[in-house]
């Protein structure tokens, strides 16, 4: 091949790998995927969440949570995935400073509840779980399936979860479950826009719920989850050594 031949093969091929970069990111584009930059950089963004959330202990109460801000956090947990799709919980958003006072005694006395912004009461369902209150046929119903495909999902659900759903009690120790997987995308949202928490499990459960009226039969008390301004330096991460907690099988 001569020499002329050989640049302009090169600048043929050039112009073709070049278009065809540009059809592939115009597919990529469209279906929003990261690219390389873009997974390195959401990869380092995520662990600065990480390691920036901690349990705060207390709250700078005269820093508050913008709508914004708190619709975002709370986005996160409306996003979470749950078994079955079932979505069981109700997120109860608390700012009124008069009411937080009179759960702080039920929360054994805990700082956050009153020094934070917003306090966050994670709710697990009962009644709407249960496959006689038709809430069940209707999450299958959202999917675009034939009939006889939700019925059997129907049926698959009220057979696998029969003793989960034979009582409250039972029902509760499931949708608590989901509950913290929400909690837990909720704290890691709140971080990655350096907004901090706490997850609570210091409480009177019955005593909380009567001061909030709730209707236990429908909806129970999982977690409580203050949001707010850390006041104190942020304590150091303590964890057992990576490869103690994970163990890899080949």
Known sequence: MRAHENVSYLALLNALLTKSIVRVNKVLSHYNFPTTSQGVRMQNDFSKAMNFRHACKVFDD????????INFILEAGHKSPSSFGMEPWKFLVITNEELKAKLRPFCWDQPQITTCSHLVLVLAAIDAVKVESGIPQKRFGRRDMPQEKKDFYINLY????????????????????????????????????????????????????????????????????????RINPQSTQLRVPFNEAVEFIK
């Open 62 to 69: 005269t820093k508050k949570i913008n709508d914004e801000q």
């Open 158 to 229: 009220a057979n696998h979860l029969k003793e989960t759903l034979s009582s409250d009690q039972n029902i509760l120790a499931w949708t608590a479950r989901q509950c913290y997987i929400a909690a837990g995308n909720m704290m890691t949202a709140a971080a990655y826009i350096g907004i901090d928490s706490c997850p609570i499990e210091g409480f009177e459960k019955e005593k909380v719920e009567d001061v909030l009226g709730l209707d236990t039969s429908k909806f129970q008390l999982a977690l409580v989850l203050p949001f707010g301004y």
